[in-house]
């Protein structure tokens, strides 16, 4: 095979996986360590991947890489659908529920289809609390649905609230389930995300609630992203869609988490 076709296919696995390693493509192609490292120097110079120790990720796993809101919108849609409606089926039935719907794009999905819940009784209410402008405007026609949003700054890229206001307020409240999207989740690192801010509100959301689910599809597993907002062991439930790698089921298994693959 050229270098051109191993260049070619390299991209692709790094397309596809997210992270390829540096043994795994010496025993693919047939070729010693030092050529993989030769041809992963090459696609790096040509901005195709970055190399880390042992091999390298795609642009788009690095530490601070986010897509807009708008972006996340059109990915992964028939994933984020089977997940919203595994999540949906984890809120109870009874006379007062309160759920806490982080921002993002899979929290959106839910949203989209609690704006047409309906008691299942005369006098059940259910109390949703959002940091999300488009979550909070999706459910704000709902008659039967009650809503708070809740104050601070607003962050352009993801239309989350974010900040001391928000944070302060959440530090106030005990609801009864957390829906949590992440960038990431991994087997050392737990539930990472990009930004600073956002990961400080996140944190104070699984610090509120009784118990967090967090909504990642398959893309998220294995990732890392700059800031931790939670460790696995706070998380309760990952409703995810394709089942964990090895050293990552280990470690939700270790963590008391229950995995739903929806």
Same mark, same amino acid.
């Given at each position: 095979?050229f ?6 296919? +390299? ?6 996986q997210g992270?390829v390693? $540096?043994?795994?493509l010496a025993?693919?192609?047939s070729?010693?360590q @030092? *050529? $993989?490292? !030769?041809d992963?120097?090459?696609l790096?110079d040509?901005?195709v991947l970055?190399?880390? #120790?042992?091999?390298?990720v795609?642009?788009?796993r690095?530490? !601070?890489? @986010?897509p ?5 919108q059109?990915? #992964?849609l028939?994933?984020k659908q ?5 999540? %949906? ?18 929290t959106a ?11 299942s009784n005369n006098?059940?209410? &259910?109390?949703? +609390?959002?940091n ?7 459910l704000?026609?709902s008659? #039967?649905? &009650?809503l708070? +949003?809740?104050g601070?700054r607003?962050r352009? %890229?993801?239309?989350?609230? /974010?900040?001391?206001?928000?944070? @302060?307020?959440l530090?106030a409240?005990?609801?009864? +389930? ?6 990431g989740v #991994?087997?050392d ?9 956002e990961a400080? *509100? ?5 610090r509120?609630a009784r ?9 998220? &597993?294995?990732? @890392? *992203? ?5 460790t696995l062991?706070?998380?309760?439930? &990952?409703i995810? *869609? ?12 270790a963590?008391?988490?229950? /995995?739903?693959?929806?």
């Amino acid at each position: 095979m050229f270098a051109e076709e191993r260049h070619q296919r +390299i991209a692709e696995l790094v397309g596809a996986q997210g992270r390829v390693g $540096v043994n795994e493509l010496a025993d693919l192609f047939s070729i010693t360590q @030092e *050529t $993989v490292r !030769r041809d992963l120097a090459s696609l790096e110079d040509g901005r195709v991947l970055r190399r880390v #120790h042992g091999g390298a990720v795609s642009l788009d796993r690095l530490s !601070r890489s @986010e897509p807009s809101l708008s972006e996340r919108q059109t990915q #992964h849609l028939e994933e984020k659908q089977r997940i919203a409606a595994a999540a %949906l089926a984890l809120i109870p039935h009874t006379q007062t529920v309160s759920i806490l719907l982080d921002s993002g794009s899979t929290t959106a999905a839910l949203a989209d289809r609690l704006a047409d819940w309906t008691p299942s009784n005369n006098g059940d209410e &259910l109390l949703a +609390i959002t940091n999300s402008l488009p979550i909070a405007a999706a459910l704000g026609g709902s008659s #039967h649905l &009650l809503l708070d +949003i809740l104050g601070g700054r607003v962050r352009g %890229l993801t239309s989350a609230v /974010v900040g001391a206001r928000a944070t @302060e307020q959440l530090g106030a409240l005990r609801p009864d +389930i957390a829906f949590l999207g992440t960038n990431g989740v #991994h087997a050392d690192f737990g539930l990472s995300t990009p930004d600073p801010v956002e990961a400080a *509100t996140k944190t104070a959301m699984v610090r509120a609630a009784r118990q967090i689910v967090i909504l990642a599809d398959a893309s998220k &597993l294995g990732a @890392e *992203t700059l800031v931790r907002f939670a460790t696995l062991e706070e998380v309760d439930t &990952l409703i995810t *869609t394709a089942a964990p790698a090895p050293d990552l089921a280990v470690a939700l298994a270790a963590a008391g988490v229950e /995995v739903v693959l929806a």
